[in-house]
């Protein structure tokens, strides 16, 4: 299946803004994340504009969207 | 700080000041001391630009130590456009040198008769109330200019631009940063207008032959501040994502929650967001030779700040913040950085709030005068406040009044103020302090959108009433206290999340009085400064009905999500239960 994933802030740094990729069936947050070693902690996760946990499950056409710890105000 | 100037600017034969102890206002920094005298000695039923007004500003309580992030600087009023107690804060430098002077508070009070406009020098030989006509009419980048040249290298400025000779009810007032730029602003709620009202056009403050205030435990105090600082430098926000981005890192984050107010409150997202960003503004920043990492005020460790410049390299303005950047950017539907750094630079020129003019702009556009996404349009707005055209004044006037003069309902105010960058139907966190803070629609006075969509300092569905009071509640309290220490808030991002860090702020509060401090302690203050100012608006007229966001959001879901405010009114009215 095909997912959106877009990274932002640091995690930017040597890796991509955003990128289409292919997963096969259950593949998970976490699965994605863990895989593009990103450094630190991950801050928010969002799936389709909505938080989501590392165990949540992608589906085809999911948007994927992965930050650090940020804010501001 | 044992002492506060008053400065009647009424008094026959011309303005008298006298200082006094600072007798039963002990203690107290910043939005306690500005809410406390503000709401013992103001009429709630005056007119605020009126004499029986006054314009109370205010050092937190730690300003003027060597305590890491304690330049911020409290202004308190009743606000001409709330109607209601305000307390405005800005970094710059002002705090920590009207500290090592040793004031407590400047109370500006009466209004003289006639046209002259008026300077206030304070420096360790005294005071000196003078007229000044030559200032008349200069915004605030050439005033400060003329005024660098007749004073000491180390003073700190406070000054009014047009808007706030003007008397709009947005004006602001500039404090300058560390290079004497005015560019750090108490923007929110009209405070320029009463200084304007005052006829004071600048404040110099000259803490030459000063030295830092001395802790009661010095020792103890260094070691806290030390911890204090290391849990700044260790925690993402503090550490990491604000130095390298600033507070625009918020862009994306907001617009991908699907909670980027667009188009004056239409959509929760933004389609060109991404070119607004604070990862795209701090690139363009250093590629063009700007800077991406500044203090506004010296002993900042966080740095958020920055400078842009143009494409030549030229200063332009300081780095627009996340929420200029929102509302004069994706509120009105512009996406290109050099026209909303140039409206933030109009807007610190002229002396305006950025967030109350951004959303007058995105309220005009509404009504059709210009087009949403016409950049050249609002910067053409934005210059006729300069001009001081009866266009200009209504805009400087804010959201409400650009709404009600040009017949739009959606209008995204509460008691007059303009909401920040998160919309709240799919934040409804900050929903809830909106509608409930004191001080109108104010985004820091309980920061919600923290827990609801930064995952910072707990967790909580934005997209859902539950528990939303409750947190809205513990972080007002949370914030006036914090407010009246002179500590930038960005601390409570370290603070929430780090127990060993908020343990640091309270030793190092403690070792400057020589007390032990705790939790309760802070939090019985934030209450008592809360109380005082939900009775000020009370019998001011407000009840709680004034407590609620405009019907709109109650009724228009917001896109992606579709949802509505659905904290009810009930519930709004049990946030100062406790």
Redesign the interface.
Known sequence: MRITV?L???F?KCRF?VKVREVPPGTTVSDVVEEMRLP??I??I?VN???ADPSHELSDGDTL?V??????? | MDKILRVDMGAEGGPKFKTEPVGEFAGLGGRAMTSAIISKEVHPLCHPLGAENKLVIAPGSLSGTSASMSGRISVGCKSPLTGGIKESNAGGQAAQVLARLGYAAIVLEGKPEGDDLYKIFISKDGVEVSVDNSLKNLPNYPLIEKLKGQYNDRAAYMTIGTAGEMKLLAASIACTDPEKRPTRHCGRGGTGAVMGAKRVKAIILDDTGMKMREPKDPEKFRNANRRFVEGLRKHPITGEGLPAYGTNVLTNVLNEAGAYPTHNFRTGRFENAANISGEVQAELEVKRGGIATHGCHRGCVIQCSGVYVDKDGKYVTKQPEYETVWAHGGNCGIDDLDVIARLDFLDDNFGVDTMDTGAAVGVAMEAGLIPFGDGAGAIRLVEEIGKGTPLGRILGCGAEVTGKVFGVERVPVVKGQAMAAYDPRSVMGIGVTYATTTQGADHTAGYSVGPNVLKSGGDLDPLKPEGQVEMSRNLQIATAAVDSTGMCLFIAFPLLDQPETFQALLDMIGAFHGITLTGDDVTALGKSILKMEREFNTRAGFTKHHDRLPRFFLKEPIPPHNVTFQVTDEDLDKVFNW
Do not use: C, E, N
Not at chain 1, 67 to 73: D, M, T
């Open positions: 877009k932002f802030a640091t930017r803004d630190g902690s801050g928010i969002f504009s909505r938080h969207a930050f650090p710890l940020v804010g501001g105000g």
